[in-house]
């Protein structure tokens, strides 16, 4: 397995602008998660996917948030009108079958909103 | 309320010496429970998991936790620290068929040499 991966690693926008990134799982894990982490916290849960479907939305997302999945392999996940406050780091996870229950980290995302 | 607490928000030791990293949590299920470590700027690696059975878990980098249910404890140990450890830890929480773990919010440790 070659990881997870994310793109970009950084990213600095101006409030109000749309940024949109994007995770590769590990080859065939079906699960694929996306957590978000502010500096001195530990990450909190966004939304889950299995394969293609969106199976669980936090309150953390808000209506400027979304993220696919379109064929059950990568995810974008999309910031709408930025603002200060989503500047974060974006960590998206994965796992495999259902039975399995440990998730695998990417490296990450940072958001910068100026 | 589900949550995951590490009391210790800094830790600084020296190299060579031990290391305990605590960690409580507050779950309704059977948890599942997980330590990671996170390097600056970086993603969470898995340093260890328990899913059942026994309560002392070995992990990667020498690294070992222990599994106590009566105080809802999950701590990390490692008998000798090296420098690389530094960096910061996240004990996390879930379960079986669940999709979303919660963390706590991470101790950071510093390695003097």
């Known amino acids: 397995d070659t990881g997870v991966s994310q793109n970009p690693r950084h990213k600095i926008t101006k409030r109000g602008q749309n940024v949109t990134f994007r995770c590769d799982p590990i080859s065939e894990h079906n699960r694929l998660y996306w957590y978000r982490q502010t500096l001195g916290q530990g990450p909190e849960f966004l939304t889950y996917?299995?394969?293609?479907?969106?199976?669980?939305k936090s309150r953390l997302l808000s209506d400027r948030f979304s993220a696919e999945r379109p064929k059950g392999s990568f995810s974008t996940l999309e910031i709408q009108r930025t603002e200060q406050g989503d500047s974060a780091m974006y960590l998206c996870?994965?796992?495999?079958?259902?039975?399995?229950?440990?998730?695998?980290f990417g490296p990450g995302t940072r958001l910068t909103v100026l | 309320a589900q949550s995951v607490t590490q009391p210790d928000i800094h830790i600084t030791v020296s190299e060579g010496a031990s290391l305990e990293l605590r960690c409580n949590y507050s779950y309704g299920a059977t948890p599942y429970l997980f330590w990671y470590v996170q390097s600056p700027g970086q993603g969470l690696q898995l340093l260890l998991k328990?899913?059942?059975?026994?309560?002392l878990v070995q992990g990667i980098k020498g690294f070992e936790a222990e599994f106590k249910r009566s105080q809802s404890s999950f701590n990390l140990r490692k008998p000798s620290v090296h420098w690389s450890d530094a960096a910061e830890y996240f004990c996390?929480?879930?379960?079986?068929?669940?999709?979303?773990?919660?963390f706590g919010t991470g101790t950071r440790l510093k390695v003097l040499a």
């Open positions: 996917f299995q394969n293609e479907a969106q199976l669980e």
């Open positions: 328990y899913f059942s059975g026994d309560t």
């Open positions: 996390a929480v879930g379960s079986s068929g669940t999709y979303k773990y919660i």
């Open positions: 996870a994965s796992s495999p079958n259902p039975s399995a229950d440990t998730q695998y």
